[in-house]
C-alpha cells in the first residue's frame, strides 16, 4: 500500500471516531426550555435592558462580519495565489533561504500580516466596548494585551512551525501521520496545560477572603463531588465590566475562579449558582469531551490536509511543487481557514448542548430556579447580551443557550420539580 492509501484508510479510521465520540460524548437531549417560557421570559426582562443589548450587538456585528470576511480573502489571496509563497521567500532571504527561516519566521510573516490586517477592526470592536461601558481598559492596556496574546502566540507558532517542517523533512512520505499525531498532542497540551501558563500572564488571582461565600462554595463543591483545592478571585476589573467564573486544573489542582466584577456585581446566592454551573463542567468532563473531539478533528485535518495538498491544480495556483514546503505554507492556512469556517456551526451546536446540561447540572445542585433566573438577568444586563439573538446567528455562533433560553429551562426545571 502507497502513503496515500494509508491516508486515505486512516482518515476514514479517524472520521468514524470522530462520529463515535460525537455521539457518545455531546449530551444530545437537551433539557426543556419551551418557547413559551421563552417568550414569557422576554418580557419579564426590563425594555430598556432588551433595547439596549440588541443595540450594543448590532454594533458589534459590522466589525464582526468584516473582520470574518477580510481574514478570509487575507488568506485566500495569500494561499490560492504565489503571493504567500513569495512573502515566505521574501522572509528567509535575509537567511539565505535557509528553510528554517522560511518556516518559522516565514510561517509567522504569513499569521501575523493576516492579524495586521484585521486589526482595524479588533480597534472597531474596542471603540464599541468603550462606548457601551463595557471594557474598563485604556488604549495602552488594550495594546499591552494585544502585544502579550501575539507573543503567546509566537512562541507557541515558532515550536509548531519548527516541530511540523522538521517532520516533514525526516519524513517525506510519512510526514501526515506524525503530523495528526502531532496535532492530537498538541490540543491535548493546549487544553490542560495552557490555560495554567497563560491565565497569569494576563490576571492576577487571589485566594477569596474566608467567610461564609467561601465556606459556601467549598462545601457545595464537595457535595457535589468535585472537591477544590481553592477558591480564586481574578482581577477581570483592570479590562471589563464583564462577569464570569470558571473551574480550572484538574484532581489535585482544580480550583474555582470567580472575577472580581461577579463579586461586586451579584448577590452571594447568584456567584453560588453560576460556580454551580463549573461545577457541571468538571462533573461532566466537559474538558475531555472538547478535548478528544479536538484531537480527533485536528488529526483528521491533517491527513486531509496532506490529501488534499496533493491535488495538482491547487498546487498550481499557490506556484508550488508540493504542500509540505514552507513556501507552500499560505495554502495551509488557506484551507485551514476555510475549515475552521464551515466547523464554526458544529462547534457552536455542540457547546451549546455541553453548556445546557451544565445549566440543568446547576438547577440540581442549588436546587434554586429563582436565584438562577436572576443570575441570568443579571448576566444579561452587565454583559448586555441579546437576550433572544436572530436565530441564524445563534445557530452560526453561540457558545451558549440564549438568556431567555436558559430563563426557561430554569422556568421549566421549577415546574417539574415543583419549586
Ligand atoms: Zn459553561
Redesign the pocket.
Known amino acids: 500500500m502507497t502513503p496515500r492509501a494509508w491516508a486515505l484508510l486512516t482518515l476514514g479510521g479517524l472520521v468514524v471516531a470522530l462520529l463515535v465520540a460525537v455521539a457518545l460524548l455531546v449530551p444530545w437531549s437537551r433539557p426543556p426550555a419551551p418557547r413559551a417560557d421563552q417568550l414569557a421570559a422576554l418580557r419579564d426582562l426590563p425594555a430598556e435592558q432588551v433595547t439596549r443589548g440588541r443595540a450594543f450587538h448590532g454594533a458589534l456585528r459590522p466589525a464582526a462580519w468584516s473582520a470574518l470576511a477580510v481574514g478570509l480573502v487575507v488568506a485566500l489571496l495569500l494561499g490560492l495565489t504565489p503571493l504567500g509563497g513569495r512573502l515566505v521567500e521574501l522572509v528567509g532571504r535575509p537567511f539565505g533561504g535557509h528553510w528554517i527561516a522560511q518556516a518559522v519566521l516565514g510561517g509567522l510573516a504569513v499569521v501575523f500580516l493576516a492579524d495586521l490586517l484585521t486589526l482595524p477592526f479588533a480597534a472597531w470592536r474596542r471603540t464599541v466596548l468603550v462606548r457601551y461601558g463595557l471594557s474598563t481598559q485604556g488604549w495602552g492596556g488594550w495594546a499591552v494585551d494585544l502585544l502579550k496574546s501575539y507573543a503567546v502566540s509566537a512562541v507557541i507558532g515558532a515550536l509548531v512551525l519548527l516541530g511540523f517542517y522538521t517532520v516533514v523533512r525526516l519524513a517525506p512520505r510519512w510526514w501526515w501521520a506524525f503530523g495528526a499525531a502531532g496535532a492530537a498532542a498538541l490540543v491535548v497540551v493546549l487544553s490542560f496545560v495552557l490555560p495554567v501558563l497563560v491565565e497569569p500572564v494576563f490576571n492576577r488571582f487571589t485566594p477569596m477572603e474566608p467567610g461564609p461565600l467561601r465556606s459556601e462554595l467549598t462545601a457545595m463543591a464537595a457535595r457535589d463531588g468535585v472537591p477544590v483545592r481553592d477558591v480564586l478571585v481574578a482581577d477581570a476589573s483592570r479590562r471589563t465590566s464583564a462577569v464570569n467564573a470558571y473551574v480550572s486544573g484538574l484532581g489535585p489542582t482544580r480550583r474555582v475562579v470567580v472575577y472580581d466584577t461577579l463579586l461586586r456585581e451579584a448577590e452571594p446566592a447568584e456567584v453560588t449558582s453560576v460556580v454551580a ?2 461545577l ?2 468538571a462533573k461532566d468532563r466537559d474538558v475531555w469531551t472538547g478535548t478528544v473531539l479536538g484531537a480527533l478533528g485536528a488529526a483528521a485535518a491533517v491527513v486531509a490536509l496532506y490529501l488534499i495538498g496533493s491535488w495538482t491544480p491547487l498546487l498550481r495556483l499557490a506556484g508550488v511543487d508540493s504542500i509540505a514546503q514552507p513556501r507552500a505554507f499560505p495554502l495551509l492556512i488557506a484551507l485551514v481557514t476555510v475549515a475552521g469556517l464551515l466547523a464554526t456551526p458544529v462547534q457552536a451546536l455542540v457547546s451549546r448542548r ?2 445546557a446540561r ?1 445549566d440543568a447540572h446547576a438547577l440540581a445542585l442549588t436546587g434554586d430556579p429563582a436565584t438562577f433566573e436572576a443570575m441570568q438577568r443579571r448576566l444579561a444586563g452587565v454583559n448586555l447580551a441579546d437576550p433572544d439573538p436572530p436565530r441564524w446567528e445563534r445557530l452560526w455562533s453561540a457558545t ?1 443557550p440564549s438568556t431567555v433560553e436558559r430563563m426557561a429551562a430554569a422556568r421549566a426545571y421549577a415546574r417539574e420539580s415543583g419549586r
Open positions: 454551573h463549573e457541571g463542567h455541553i453548556e451544565a451558549h
